[in-house]
């Protein structure tokens, strides 16, 4: 029953974008059609992926023609709790485009944009079901095509083709290392389908394949330094498109990581360092490049780095607690990071979608540009509220709760007897410092998009975003305070998951709920919304007929927008502390003489790892290549023969030398 | 639990606002006055409570919710600490994540409603503020640490509980530099000298107050009043690490806390009186070297 309905659901998803491919560019059958299909498969897919979390494994195996190839699926825990991320934002995203990326407005690119994201989200229920490395890298390849032609969707700007390459370049280089990493694992077991949880001792194979691994899910996750292709993408994409690519494909890394961690008997203990490590790494300076940002949707690209980073640090607390046999740091950490990989692709997507409303609004993606919003976007301003207190991991919504999880399981490891296990306690502050980053970051773009008074005309003219945008961001965020307010909901489900990881301990679920009580979180959320609903009122009874005045301005009495604090001048101060990581780069600003003239100041953050690293590099590259092609390629016959004659040499001589 | 709730809650709505009045008489004994009577912010409340609003013209809901979320934060967080030997009400394990972040909820909303003001002064604060929150959230949690690790225990209650006097033998170097590093952290978190000084004259070089600037009547009452209590709640850990014995009776516990409270707010007017205000960028420097201290304090009890 529960495949039939995946594979119904799965069905559903990627065909859902072809029949609108047979309507007409002008009218709008295909994208309420697409919308049907995807929310109806969505739906199938909720269902089964809800009705596989008690049962044991459900697999569906059928013969495939490839050599070496067999269709496997399974739908364990693990890969039920990776599913109803892709089903949520699929679903949410394709209602959101009816009114964001409309076939009426976007005649030309609608209907591609439609077929692929269908693709995307099909393939990627494809990738956490297969349970056979050429299925998965089948499902892997079709996923990171679609995703490139969707970040192409606005192929005529420059600026979304160089992402589009960049992602590409980053993308198979990926799956370059995962190709050699399933033909190890092939080598290792015998066959391409994967060993059941636990099961695997390759003592001389697990280094390459782990580190492969790394490099492969970490270039698709994003860990730093491999995020190079995710700004660029992020900011390109329409941003439906945004939030499932950062809310959902992102993770498609983290679960190659857990799964392939799973098949593991023994882990050294270096890999869940390493991990550790990276997450840190990640968090922090992912944060710092985010505070730097002018861009709205580049910030909340940068955000992503900084979130996988956490998900890396309770992953990293997991793979401990796995190698020094210590089931409570294991449970906490990987219940903690998965529960960040729900979490973030809810209030992520929220937070792209409600970017997206105020590009739709205002035809700009620059902060500083933006201001005072929340007069004329309403309801808008407090969804993305919402996104932002959940993503800053504040308590009472959902953000918190992961985070809270990875926080004990990094304390539980002080009651370890090893030292190598309690210098874990470490990463406690770092993860404190990243959150704390996190909430400057948003209270400045908060602040500066929707606070305060319009910076620029565009914004004057603005629009509340139609019912069609509003209702999946309420439905995002209505499940941010769901798990915000009932997280014992989740227990089970995270629980069964941490087992299947582990290899089947039945324990886990009561050591969870001993570990870290969910009833307390629920109980000071709801005083908390009580507190804060009531104070409201109080003020807004009290403050009602009260007198109206200008800001202050500390006497001075016209005030005008542009005097605002802006989001760079926020920035600024943070920016200070990281400087020797950022490099900014600031031009103008100086002022001259007693009566100056006109200055302008610019501020401006290239990504360390592509702009300062990569691409110098690369265009070296290409100089070194372009000099040899000059010496080499001569343009006379004899040069050729003479390359002929030098190359036979070469040859005979090895052959004499290996053969005989 | 609802007796002990009530006690907690009783001890904080009441005494909080006596912490900035003891400081005030203190600063006055300092500089040769007579100052303010001790119960004057009682004065100030009463009197903010029954005025009318003024609101700025830019300003929205989110303007109002900062002073509801700066007062609701810190009654919640003191149901998790014990009040000296009072133990918390509702202690949980992990409650002192929930502690840590709470603040940052009411630093998110404050901030938020400084700029939705527009104004350029009560936008300085906000970066302020959550820069130097920024510098001084891992110092909290490097002190939790150290503490964590002394008692075996996950929650504040437990942390912070009967067996702290034993702890001080165990671990006594450790403690003391966590109980540096928290005063200096109640000393940023709460806006006094050295970091911040609540009664300076120009805008440009405030922190905290100028973020509250446009706050008026009954909102600006709820600011002070939060402001009191979150100095009273996070004043209760230190007093507790530093006072950790039990007398077994609730009236002379109850005493022997508030004369912890009283002595706290004596030394923080004795520090006011006797330091100058820091510049603006010696703060962070500051603030990294208490981090510091505090990571030497947990090197010497993970060992």
Request: charged letters at 10%; glycine letters at 12%; proline letters at 5%.
């Amino acid at each position: 029953m529960v495949i039939e309905l995946f594979c119904a659901a799965t069905v559903l998803l990627l065909l859902s974008g072809v029949p609108g491919l047979m309507t007409s560019r002008s009218c709008c059958t295909g994208e309420r059609v697409s919308a049907v299909m995807v929310v109806a498969g969505s739906l199938l897919g909720v269902g089964a992926a809800l009705a596989s979390f008690g049962a044991s494994p459900v697999i569906f195996t059928a013969p495939w023609s490839v050599p070496g190839g067999g269709v496997l699926l399974r739908i364990d825990p693990l890969a039920a709790l990776f599913l109803l991320p892709v089903y949520l934002v699929g679903a949410f995203g394709t209602i959101y485009a009816l009114g964001y990326w409309s076939q009426r407005e976007q005649p030309a690119t609608g209907g591609r944009m439609r077929l692929f994201y269908g693709l995307l989200v099909g393939a990627m229920t494809l990738v956490v079901t297969a349970a056979h490395g050429l299925l998965f890298l089948v499902a892997w390849e079709v996923m990171a095509l679609s995703g490139f032609f969707l970040i192409t969707t606005e192929e005529m700007k420059e600026e979304v083709r160089r992402a589009g390459y960049i992602y590409l370049a980053a993308t198979h280089t990926g799956t370059l290392a995962l190709f050699a990493l399933f033909t190890l694992l092939g080598e290792g077991t015998g066959s391409f389908a994967f060993p059941a949880a636990g099961a695997l001792a390759l003592p001389h194979l697990a280094t390459p394949i782990f580190l492969l691994a790394l490099f492969g899910f970490g270039l698709k996750a994003g860990i730093m330094p491999l995020h190079i292709w995710l700004p660029g993408a992020h900011a390109a994409a329409p941003s439906h498109v945004s939030a499932l690519l950062s809310g959902v494909m992102l993770k498609m890394g983290i679960y190659g990581i857990v799964r392939l961690t799973s098949f593991f008997a023994d882990i050294p203990p270096w890999w869940g360092v390493t991990l550790l490590l990276l997450g840190i790494i990640s968090g922090v300076i992912g944060v710092a490049f985010a505070i730097a940002q002018h861009d709205l949707k580049r910030l909340l690209a940068y955000h992503s780095v900084e979130n996988i980073g956490i998900i890396a640090i309770g992953l990293g607390v997991a793979l401990l607690g796995r190698s020094y046999g210590l089931p409570l740091l294991t449970a906490l950490g990987l219940a903690g990071a998965l529960l960040h990989v729900i979490n973030h692709s809810l209030f992520k997507s929220l937070l792209f979608l409600g970017a997206g409303a105020v590009v739709h609004a205002t035809g700009t993606r620059e902060i500083d540009h933006l201001g005072g919003l929340l007069g004329s976007m309403p309801r808008t301003a407090l969804l993305f509220l919402g996104g932002a207190v959940a993503i800053s991991g504040l308590p009472p919504l959902n953000g918190f709760v992961s985070e809270w999880l990875i926080y004990l399981g990094i304390f539980n490891s002080l009651e370890s007897g090893t030292l190598a296990v309690r210098l874990t306690a470490l990463a406690a502050p770092a993860l404190a410092l990243i959150g704390a980053l996190a909430l400057a970051c948003f209270v400045k773009v908060f602040g500066a998009v929707f606070l305060g008074t319009p910076r620029s005309a565009a914004v004057s003219g603005a629009h509340e975003a139609p019912l069609s945008m509003l209702l999946p961001m309420g439905g995002l965020l209505g499940a941010c305070v769901f798990i915000g307010l009932w997280p014992a909901a989740l227990y089970p489900a995270l629980s069964g998951a941490v087992a299947c990881w582990s290899g089947g301990a039945d324990s886990v679920g009561p050591l969870l709920a001993d570990s870290a009580p969910p009833g307390a979180l629920s109980a000071t959320g709801v005083i908390l919304f009580g507190l804060l609903l009531g104070g409201i009122f109080f003020l807004k009874r009290r403050g009602r007929g009260a007198a109206g005045a200008a800001t202050w301005g500390c006497g001075y009495a016209r005030p005008v927008p542009r005097a605002q604090y802006t989001a760079s001048s926020l920035a600024e101060m943070l920016l200070s502390l990281f400087r020797w990581g950022l490099l900014p780069r600031e031009e103008g600003g100086k002022v001259q003489g007693v009566f100056p003239r006109k200055a302008s100041f610019a501020t401006h953050t290239p990504d360390a790892v592509l702009d300062r690293l990569l691409l110098p590099l690369c265009r070296g590259a290409a100089r070194g290549c372009t000099w040899s092609r000059a010496v080499v390629q001569r343009g006379s016959t004899c040069f050729y023969l003479l390359y002929v004659a030098l190359t036979l040499g070469v040859l005979l001589t090895l052959s004499t030398l290996l053969g005989g | 639990m609802i007796g002990r709730s009530l006690l907690h809650l009783l001890l904080l709505l009441l005494l909080s606002p006596l912490l900035p009045g003891v400081i005030g008489k203190t600063k006055a004994f300092f500089g040769g006055r007579v100052g303010p009577p001790v119960l004057q912010p009682y004065y100030d409340l009463w009197k903010l409570f029954r005025k009318g609003f003024v609101f700025s013209d830019t300003t929205t809901w989110v303007f109002r919710a900062g002073p509801v979320v700066g007062l609701a934060v810190p009654v919640l967080a003191a149901l998790l600490i014990p009040f000296g030997a009072l133990a918390a009400p509702a202690p949980f394990t992990g409650d002192l994540i929930l502690f840590i972040y709470l603040f940052g909820l009411a630093r998110f909303f404050t901030a938020a409603a400084a700029l939705d003001t527009g104004s350029s002064f009560e936008g300085m604060g906000a970066a302020r503020e959550v820069t130097f929150s920024c510098l001084a959230e891992p110092t909290i949690l490097l002190s939790f640490i150290v503490l964590a690790r002394l008692s075996g225990e996950l929650s504040l209650q437990g942390m912070l509980g009967p067996s702290l006097a034993q702890q001080w033998g165990r671990g006594g170097a450790s403690l003391g530099l966590v109980l540096v590093c928290l005063f200096v952290v109640l000393l940023a978190e709460n806006s006094r000298i050295p970091f911040d000084d609540p009664n300076t004259h120009l805008e440009l070089t405030m922190v905290h107050e100028v973020m509250v600037l446009d706050h008026s009547g009954p909102a600006l009452g709820m600011i002070l009043y939060g402001a009191a209590m979150k100095m009273f709640v996070l004043g209760a850990v230190l007093v507790r690490l530093a006072l950790p014995w039990e007398t077994g009776f609730l009236l002379t516990d109850a005493l022997l806390f508030v004369a912890g409270m009283l002595l706290l707010a004596v030394v923080i007017g004795v520090v006011e009186s006797t330091m100058a205000r820091l510049r603006l960028v010696r703060i962070p420097q500051v603030l990294i070297g208490t981090t510091m201290m505090a990571a030497f304090a947990v090197v010497l009890v993970l060992k």
